[in-house]
């Protein structure tokens, strides 16, 4: 049972945009600032986002990232079929003295 | 580019030890922290620890999982991370990653770069 809470699925056409959640609590997401990372089969997590919405160098400004409360969003506009992969979000816990995850959410694209 | 690779996993008896290292290039080692995770077979990414560079005092921290089993030092002069892992359980069984921590612009922490993991089997 992850700390965070991810849907274990998105799906969406190409072209369009989704999103998708990630719910915590006060002592993480609520004060700490939520990563998200895209992972290919096979390969090691990709960060795409840090600091609740900054995107690192090189990842595309399709990828968006927002926080309202305890609950974060990343969402992918213009959706495209190298998109589809597993996708984390990640925080520091304050309680746990540590980094906590969310499950990973599975993103088809159609 | 970034490269960290992790080595030194295997097959191992419970109770036993094991060391994997992460060594580091195309940085500046010393400057960063730097950070264990695992992820067992069907489960999710879980945190093991993470040691601060030098310039904030080379401490580390761990989860509650493993203190007082998993020890993590550094070798700035080698660019290399270890993870001594002590009286190893099943339940260690996992694929091990290490990760950089740059500071963001407020001074938090975040995981940059992944290596590719290497595997750790606790197994009689």
């Known amino acids: 049972q992850s700390v965070l809470t991810q849907p274990p699925s998105a799906s969406g056409t190409p072209g369009q945009r989704v999103t998708i959640s990630c719910s915590g609590s006060?002592?993480?997401?609520?004060?700490?600032?939520v990563n998200w990372y895209q992972r290919l089969p096979g390969t090691a997590p990709k960060l795409l986002i840090y600091s609740n919405n900054q995107r690192p160098s090189g990842v595309p400004d399709r990828f968006s990232g927002s926080k309202s409360g305890t609950s974060a969003s990343l969402a992918i506009s213009g959706l495209q079929s190298e998109d589809e992969a597993d996708y984390y979000c990640a925080a520091w816990d304050d309680s746990l003295n540590g980094w906590v995850f969310g499950g990973g959410t599975k993103l088809t694209v159609l | 580019e970034v490269q960290l690779v992790e080595s030194g996993g295997g097959l191992v008896q419970p109770g036993r030890s094991l060391r994997l290292s992460c060594t580091a290039s195309g940085l500046t080692f010393g400057d960063y922290a730097m950070n264990w995770f695992r992820q067992a077979p069907g489960k999710g990414l879980e945190w093991v620890g993470f040691i601060r560079s030098k310039a904030f005092g080379g401490t580390t921290e761990y989860a509650a999982s493993v203190k007082g089993r998993f020890t993590i030092s550094r070798d700035d002069s080698k660019s290399i991370a270890y993870l001594q892992m002590n009286s190893l359980k099943t339940e260690d069984t996992a694929v091990y990653y290490c990760?950089?921590?740059?500071?963001?612009?407020?001074?938090?922490?975040?995981?940059?770069?992944w290596g590719k993991g290497t595997t750790v089997t606790v197994s009689s």
């Open positions: 006060r002592s993480n997401i609520g004060t700490e600032p």
């Open positions: 990760t950089r921590l740059p500071f963001d612009s407020s001074g938090n922490y975040y995981m940059d770069v």
